[in-house]
């Protein structure tokens, strides 16, 4: 299956380029794989040069996740860290992501110098 990189989620998410989007569509229509990696640069793209709040970011991450034609990596994980970033929006979405990855793995506590990541249940501070 092929993937997709960052920029083709940000114009499925954002549409703010009708030439660009209707190229993204066409690429996904055939059904494409998200790494987490293209999520979270993606959520810091939206915040950081589209200034969207964290619901819309979350709403966005789950039209990626509800999304027909896109497969996202473990879905799981990525739904977890949704709803672990609409309770903990100041944390962020990637280190909800890490956070929920490293638990799934098995491989908890997950050491941060992050006052606010160090609260979340499966992180520590260190």
Known sequence: MRAVDTNVLVRLMT???????????????????????????????????YDRDPEAIATAIEMLLSHEHLTVQDTEAVAAAVALFRQQPKVGFSDCLMVEVARKAGHTPLGTFDRDLGKIDGAQRL
């Open 15 to 49: 549409r703010d380029d009708v030439k660009q989007v209707a190229v993204a569509e066409a690429f996904v229509a055939k059904g494409a794989w998200v790494p987490h990696l293209a999520i979270a640069e993606a959520t810091w793209v939206l915040g950081s040069v």
